[in-house]
């Protein structure tokens, strides 16, 4: 079990972290999950063993829910509408790109480490989906 002045110390970096992150989004048009993402991995059990993985295991399906409840809550009142509608065309033509080449990369890497044409392409087009994190802010901005 983690102590509570731990737990604090640790939310407080994570939510610093968040506001710097979203600094350097505005100037850089970086994603600020990215940010997190790697925050996420360096305190993790797999660098620093900061969170023990049996914690993250119990906790993770809560957190998990409670982030993506917020992400598009906040998403949903944060998009025009009509900006929305006038760039839909372009957005999905976008879209449509990166996630075709993301499934090919993914497909290509993974074929190229001898897994099965089918099984790559099907892990391809799992991984190759664009998530809500990334595009709701790239959306508001």
């Known amino acids: 079990m983690i102590e509570t002045s731990l737990l604090f110390l640790a939310l407080s970096l994570i939510l610093f972290f968040g506001f710097f992150s979203d600094v ?45 409840l917020f ?25 449509l ?6 499934a090919a990369v993914i497909a290509g890497i993974m074929h190229l480490f001898g897994f099965s044409i089918t099984l790559s392409v099907f892990t391809g087009f799992m991984l190759g989906g664009v998530s809500s994190a990334f595009v709701i802010p790239l959306l508001n901005r």
Not at 48 to 67: C, M, N, R
């Open 24 to 68: 350097v989004f505005r100037k850089t048009s970086i994603p600020d999950i990215l940010f997190l993402i790697l925050l996420g991995f360096v305190l993790g059990p797999n660098v620093l063993g900061a969170i023990d993985s049996a914690w993250v295991e119990t906790y993770a399906p809560l957190f998990t829910t409670f982030t993506l």
């Open 71 to 95: 992400l598009l809550y906040d998403g949903a009142f944060n998009i025009d509408l009509a900006s929305f509608a006038k760039g839909l065309t372009k957005s999905l033509r976008i879209t």
């Open 97 to 102: 790109l990166y996630f075709i080449l993301s």
